[in-house]
């Protein structure tokens, strides 16, 4: 294996150099690069314009079975410090491997001696701060690009494609581009050979001339003139019908609406729009089929009509440290033109311009890890473009944010059913009925709607599952769950497209997503795709593997099950929540497993195969542990029969669920009439128990009745209860009357910070074991920052209006401008309105109680904790 480790290391190696000579070619600071530097320790030496080394690599291949320790990134790391370089060069130590706990540590020192923090390093090298060799290393880091040799040879020949002079046809441009990366590979091959230090510098010239393509950038793709204007003119009018999905038909838009997170007003929503007036980095967040795509694009369109960009990236197309690749790749999206990585850097540095990134809580933790590092220091100084980060998991997209910044944080609402009717009159009738809802017509599409809320359940709130629904029940297909929704509607996909073996694709595409998915991805490359494809085929057993994964991939593509993302050659689902049913059920049918660790991305194919296949004791446990939220949806589709190991079952579970420290033993009592009883208190061990003793027991032990359902049902319930008694408050005393704004401060101010106490302390009692995070993330910060502005004339007397957004620490300063419910200072962008009356009339225990119900609401299912 040593061998083919070594082959892997030098294409990886070359792959990297060939990017690294298209950034000098981008740069007119820069003069060239040497491959194979001066010194061991150095692969890769970028020169400026002077002559001198301004950033150095060291890149190295891992196996994936290993991982980089202490030691040796310290060795790496002490050997640049020696060099002369060191002291004004920056340098990366540059892998396709992980790196193990002690690494990830090495890799923290790094990034906190970036923002001047020295100490922890220090304390790593046994050395003091200041020292010359803390000193050296301030712009020392260590950076994970875990994307194959072919994916970062695809980025290169797009970079090249931008740059080419004007070529005949696209195939033309794509194979020059081909050409010129492979001979700009082989001359870095060549060179990296060579004895003499001086004969493996390439200069910018050389570069250029070895690609074919000018050696500066054209003025037709630089930002500031023809491209932001071309940019402009097409997104101002593309028509809002086309942004919506496209196997979904609809007459009209639909508008999307979002919430601020921790808006007091919770039920409160507002047209998607209002992001614009934003201000800062944002977050918007929301489950799958929820709209966030759908609204980054309607942001696009409707900010270029007042002359303003926002640009939509995929996170799927983001390579670790080339974040102005990803934002040229946003332009050329919209303009269906190649630009260079030049065009996103100016892209980046223009203050006008609002970059969303979509997907970001799907990607994995390591290119989420290298995003979050390329953003830190633009986000955190408030330089350049404005960042909005898109995705499902509020915990992961605040994980991408610099600490140091509030994000504004929203997320999608749900479809209410007055927007539902109006959307099935846009989609059946190809109008809003306005005017006669009492018609013949409203009637039958009331008649539709209550069809399709029937058969979704809680989900009719999701607008994409929604409109699936319309479209199938519109045309005859018959569905009664998301699963059979699904499947109805890749068989209307395969029907309108003429698409055979759309059975087989299905099977094979469960077995690729799921293998993506254990990787924290549904995408890849070209080459990766077809291994994928080659592989799930041999695992069907059929006759011919060569030409059925041939025969699949084409049902894939003809069906518009997978498709091209964005301006990129990545391969990705129709939508991601494709991928999430065709991979739960691979599951469900036995095709694939899931791992033995559930990531955050792993909720909807766990459901999604639990809603087919049913649920075992092994998947219980599994989300238990790592998805406890998760267990009250998966609950719902555990209809397995108590029985003899139901109590010690249940008893497993609720060690995941509750606090370590709590009882988690049960008793479980069968009435006369089937029912069955549950009561948690200390025993000697879970078990079955007599009516005598049950009813003995209830005197002094809350209890729940389960009418059916199976030991997940069981335990849920039981969490459930136990929540539930945490949450309960005692009634406080209302606040008196409030004569001056300095009152008003006071006074809201002692309120928040006893409600941020309370509700810090609440999560630590509530959250289940390990999973503190996940509902703090959820809550959000547990502060406030408010203005209070001068009393105002209400219907029920005086009041004080406040703008305010949750913190991280408490700030609560009278307003030094007049404007109230009509002024700029009053409004979203601030986080939410209300007035020191309202916010301060429940007691901080009952105010914290209900952040964390509202949270837990999220995290779980609508009502599971209604009382």
């Avoid at 799958?288 to 980054?296: E, H, I, Q």
């Avoid at 009331?446 to 929604?466: C, H, K, M, S, W």
Wanted: include cysteine.
């Amino acid at each position: 294996m040593g061998g083919v480790e070594t082959v892997r290391g030098i294409a990886y190696q070359q792959a990297q150099a060939v990017l690294t000579a298209l950034d000098v070619l981008d740069d007119l600071d820069l003069s060239g690069l040497r491959v194979e530097g001066a010194d061991d320790v150095v692969d890769i030496e970028v020169f400026t314009t002077a002559g001198t080394v301004c950033h150095a690599k060291q890149v190295k291949v891992r196996a994936e079975q290993y991982t980089w320790g202490e030691a040796e990134l310290l060795a790496v790391l002490r050997r640049w410090a020696k060099l002369p370089e060191a002291v004004h060069a920056s340098f990366e130590f540059l892998t396709d491997g992980r790196l193990g706990p002690t690494g990830a540590k090495v890799q923290a020192a790094l990034e906190s001696a970036v923002q001047g923090e020295r100490q922890v390093l220090a304390a790593m090298l046994g050395e003091d701060a200041n020292s010359a060799l803390c000193s050296a290393l301030v712009n020392a880091r260590v950076r994970i690009d875990p994307v194959g040799v072919g994916t970062l040879l695809l980025r290169a020949e797009r970079q090249v494609m931008s740059m080419l002079p004007q070529a005949r046809t696209a195939a033309d441009a794509r194979e020059q581009a081909e050409r010129a990366v492979g001979a700009l590979f082989r001359l870095l091959f060549d060179r990296a050979g060579d004895p003499d230090a001086e004969a493996r510098v390439i200069t910018r010239e050389q570069v250029a001339a070895t690609l074919g393509v000018p050696a500066d950038q054209p003025a037709s793709q630089r930002w500031p003139g023809g491209v932001r204007d071309r940019y402009l003119q097409v997104a101002r009018n593309l028509p809002l019908d086309s942004i919506s999905p496209p196997f979904i038909e609809r007459q009209g838009p639909v508008r999307p609406s979002i919430r601020p997170l921790n808006d007091q007003e919770r039920e409160n929503s507002v047209d998607a729009s209002m992001l614009l007036l934003s201000k800062g980095p944002m977050i918007l967040a929301g489950r799958t089929g929820t709209g966030k795509s759908t609204t980054a694009r309607t942001l696009c369109q409707e900010a270029a009509k007042s002359g303003k960009v926002v640009l939509l990236a995929h996170a799927e197309t983001y390579i670790p440290g080339r974040l102005e690749a990803l934002a040229a790749d946003a332009v050329s999206d919209l303009l269906d033109e190649d630009l260079p990585f030049a065009t996103g850097r100016q892209v980046l540095a223009d203050r006008s311009v609002t970059l969303i990134i979509d997907g970001v809580s799907e990607v994995p933790a390591s290119i989420r890890n290298a995003l979050r590092d390329e953003l830190r220091a633009s986000v955190s100084a408030g330089r350049g473009a404005r960042i909005m980060v898109l995705g499902r998991d509020v915990a992961a997209l605040r994980e991408v944010l610099p600490q140091s910044v509030s994000p504004a944080t929203y997320v999608m609402s749900d479809f209410d059913t007055n927007r539902r009717f109006d959307l099935a009159c846009r989609t059946l009738l190809g109008q809003p009925l306005i005017d006669n809802e009492k018609s013949p017509e409203a009637h039958q599409v009331r008649t539709i709607v209550a069809q399709v809320e029937y058969a979704l359940g809680d989900a009719a709130g999701n607008p994409l599952l929604f409109t699936m629904g319309l479209a199938l029940v519109a045309e005859g297909i018959p569905f009664t769950s998301r699963a059979t929704l699904y499947d109805g509607f890749i068989e209307r996909l395969a029907a309108r497209s003429g698409t055979t073996g759309i059975i087989m694709a299905a099977a094979a595409l469960g077995i690729i997503y799921s293998r993506l998915l254990d990787q924290e991805r549904r995408y890849a490359d070209p080459y990766e795709w077809a291994r994928l494809v080659a592989a799930a085929a041999i695992e069907l057993v059929v006759p011919d593997p060569s030409s059925a994964a041939a025969a699949i991939d084409d049902a894939a593509r003809r069906s518009g099950l997978v498709n091209p993302i964005g301006f990129t050659q990545m391969l990705a689902p129709l939508h991601d929540s494709f991928a999430d049913y065709l991979a739960g059920l691979a599951y469900a049918r036995n095709l694939s497993s899931l791992p033995t660790r559930l990531q955050h991305g792993d909720e909807q194919r766990v459901l999604f195969a639990a809603e087919i296949g049913g649920v075992d004791a092994d998947l219980a446990a599994l989300v238990a542990r790592d998805q406890p939220f998760l267990s009250v949806r998966l609950a719902d589709f555990d209809h397995r029969s108590l029985s003899n190991d139901t109590p010690s079952e249940v008893e497993t579970l609720l060690r995941y669920l509750v606090p370590a420290d709590e009882v988690c033993t049960v008793a479980l009592w069968r009435m006369i009439d089937g029912r069955v009883v549950a009561m948690r208190y200390d025993r000697k061990q879970s078990s079955w128990t007599d009516e005598l003793s049950a009813k003995i027991a209830l005197r002094t032990v809350p209890s729940v009745v389960i009418q059916d359902g199976g030991p997940l049902v069981v335990a849920v319930r039981l969490w459930r209860q136990c929540l539930l008694a945490k949450l309960q408050t005692s009634p406080s005393l209302r606040a008196g009357y409030i004569a001056t704004i300095k009152d008003a401060c006071f006074a809201l101010a002692a309120h928040a910070e006893q409600t941020a106490a309370a509700t810090a302390r609440l999560i630590e009692v509530i959250a289940p074991p390990g999973h503190a995070y996940v509902l703090g993330a959820r809550v959000g910060p547990v502060g406030l920052s408010a203005k209070v502005y001068p009393a105002a004339e209400g219907i029920g007397g005086m009041f004080w209006p406040v703008s305010y957004r949750q913190s991280d620490s408490v700030q609560v300063a009278a307003a030094q401008s007049e404007k109230n419910a009509s002024g700029t200072l009053f409004g979203l962008q601030e986080g939410g309105r209300s007035n020191v009356e309202e916010m301060v009339k429940r007691g901080p225990e009952s105010a914290a109680a209900e952040r964390i119900r509202e949270a837990i609401k999220d995290l779980t299912k609508p009502g599971w904790l209604s009382v």
